[in-house]
């Protein structure tokens, strides 16, 4: 069996509009929670990219980091996994969204231990409502056409695609290590601050 490449990709092309402020910038132990992921992934994987939109580019903090531009505008974050996927499609890719302030690399390492070798999804379930977790899930190399035919289709949201799909579920390793930050709310509760 050939083992093929896996590429990581941070989610940070969000326009953040619930948290009123750049949710990849926010700061965690000194650092941006980009570069937090960014470095988490980069003892996973072989490679990493952050996924941003055309105006974020030249963004100092996104500068630092290979990027992958969102191809496509207004659909959510279905965009920067799709321009990936076109990007690099013969690799597996472990996508993770930028505002998951309690994850860790057990709960990334057994993902990836775990992915399947034949369903085009590998994610866990939520700790919240047993449904799929698309925005830390591997999406396996030759998966573009499902994800670029439900786009076409008018599916742009990632939950409803790994719904509907042959998705590899699993049960989180810690069953906090999802749950995300958007708004200030969820902020004040989080080991997260504002930059």
């Known amino acids: 069996m050939t083992v093929r490449p896996v590429f990581g990709l941070v989610l940070s092309g969000g326009e953040s509009r619930r948290m009123g402020q750049d949710k990849a910038l926010l700061i965690r132990d000194g650092k941006s929670q980009l570069r937090y992921l960014t470095d988490l992934l980069l ?22 980091y290979a990027q992958i531009i969102d191809r496509y ?13 076109e990007e690099y499609p013969e690799v597996d890719w472990l996508v993770v969204a930028c505002d998951l302030p309690n ?3 057990d ?9 399947s070798t034949s369903n085009p999804f590998t994610a866990y379930t939520s700790s919240h409502d047993g ?4 925005l830390c899930a591997v999406y396996r190399c030759g998966c573009v056409d499902i994800v ?16 509907r799909s042959a998705t ?12 995300n ?3 200030p709310e969820d902020l004040r509760e989080s080991i997260l601050s504002a930059q």
Do not use: M, W
């Open 181 to 183: 930050v958007n708004t």
């Open 103 to 105: 994850i860790d690399s």
């Open 43 to 64: 003892g996973c994987v072989e490679r990493v990219f952050v996924s941003a939109r055309e105006d974020q580019q030249d963004d100092e903090e996104r500068g630092r």
């Open 131 to 134: 449904l799929p977790e698309p």
């Open 148 to 163: 670029r035919q439900f786009v076409d289709d008018g599916v742009n949201c990632p939950r409803k695609i790994l719904i």
């Open 73 to 85: 505008e207004n659909i959510g974050p279905v965009a920067g996994i799709l321009s990936a996927l």
């Open 168 to 179: 590899h579920l699993l049960e989180q390793p810690n069953p906090r290590a999802l749950d």
């Open 107 to 115: 709960t990334l390492r057994y993902l990836l231990e775990q992915r």
